[in-house]
Structure formats: C-alpha cells, structure tokens
C-alpha cells in the first residue's frame, strides 16, 4: 500500500492565490521529497526535507515536516499559470531505499 | 549531459509476448529504480538498485525483472506481457553518497507501454 496520501486531490486557485497541498505518511523516514509532474511528463525535484528539519524554504516554495504527526505540507505562494501539474510527496522509509509516492495533488492556476 | 534516457517512448505489446525497456544515466548515479505511473495514481516503485551487480524488489515486483552488470544501465525486462501491465514506465536516478544533491531524484521521460 502507498504510504504517502496527498489532500486534497484536486485544487483550483487563481494567479497570485498561495496554493497549499498536505501529505500524510505511515513509518519513520529518512526524508520527504515533493515533486512537480507536468501532464504526461516526467516528474520533477522541487524541494527535500530531512527528518530532524520542521520547514524549508526554495523561492517562491515553503515546505513543513511534523514527524510527530507524520505529516507535511507545501507551500505555493503567489502562484502562477506555469504553476498548473499534480505535485507528489515522496518517502523513504528509515534504513531503505524503498521510495513511495503518494497519489498527488492536482493543482489548476486560473489565469 | 543527457541525464536519464529511456527506450522506447511508446510500445504496444499483445499479452504473452516480451520485452525490455532501456533506461540509461550519464550521472554516475548509483541507485535506479523503475517506477510505473497508472492513470490518476502516484508512481508505484517495481525495482531498485544501490549498485552494479546489486537489485531489489519494490512494492510491485511481479511481472517484471531487473539486472544491473554497469553503473549507466538499468533495463526493465517484462517476461510475459499482461493486460496489467499497461501503464507508464519511469527511470529514476539519485546519489546515494552523502552530498548536497544526496537524495534528489532525476527521472527519465517515461515509456507509454500498451499490453492488448
């Protein structure tokens, strides 16, 4: 079973809106990863966070880990058309390679 | 530098027959992996790789073989294709060595494979 799940699973704002997406996961972990799919392609590293980090920041991208609650979520401010993918967080759990990718967000920026 | 390279971009197999997806890295990266990718759904991991010579099962093995004799290299090999198995297959890459970039993964542009 997939251990991470993203909420929501859809989400449509308008430009210059913050988008925030939440990700949830089941086992201790190394890190946690968010990437950007754009339709049909490959996905892309957006931001990582290690285990004993609570918040992260990369440009216009703020990302926050609670292990207590084994949760994170991202951040997207003042979002723009360009911004328009599914975003998935990724997991691997502690002493593994093993990565597991929750089902994603799919975010729609309104011009 | 190309990156992730994946062969071919689009395959239509008829069930039972087999095959062998390419996926290639130029990054001296050492671990790959094979993900597959079914509509509306997060990747799911098949197999995985910390080194030549060294593979490992993810969370949806069956159907699907792996070997890795070079660094560069890491086919996917479907023995007797199924219906099932129609998905979109992705090449991973990452550093495992412990630097900056450690843990970031690379993707390749994804195999469209259809089983009939």
């Known amino acids: 079973s997939q251990q991470g799940e993203e909420d929501p699973q859809a989400l449509s704002i308008q430009e210059g809106e913050n988008a925030t997406m939440n990700c949830s996961y089941k086992t201790s972990i190394n890190n946690l990863q968010w990437y950007r799919q754009n339709s049909g392609r490959g996905l892309v590293h957006l931001i990582l966070i290690r285990s004993n980090e609570r918040e992260k920041h990369s440009g216009r991208l703020r990302v926050t880990l609670d292990t207590s609650k084994k949760s994170s979520s991202l951040l997207i401010t003042a979002s723009r058309a360009a911004d328009t993918a599914s975003y998935f967080c990724a997991t691997d759990r502690t002493g593994t390679y093993k990565y597991i990718f929750g089902t994603g967000t799919r975010l729609k920026v309104l011009a | 530098n190309a990156g992730v390279t994946q062969t071919p971009k689009f395959q239509v197999l008829k069930t039972g027959q087999s095959m062998t997806l390419q996926c290639a890295q130029d990054?001296?990266?050492?671990?790959m992996s094979w993900y597959r990718q079914d509509p509306g759904m997060g990747l799911r991991l098949i197999h995985y790789s910390v080194g030549a010579g060294i593979t490992d099962q993810g969370e949806v093995p069956n159907g699907y073989n792996v070997s890795r004799s070079t660094t560069e290299d890491f086919p996917l090999r479907l023995l007797s294709a199924a219906p099932s198995q129609t998905s979109v297959y992705f090449c991973a890459t990452l550093r495992t060595v412990q630097t900056s970039g450690a843990g970031k993964q690379y993707f390749g542009p994804g195999t469209r494979l259809t089983v009939t």
């Open positions: 990054m001296n990266h050492e671990y």
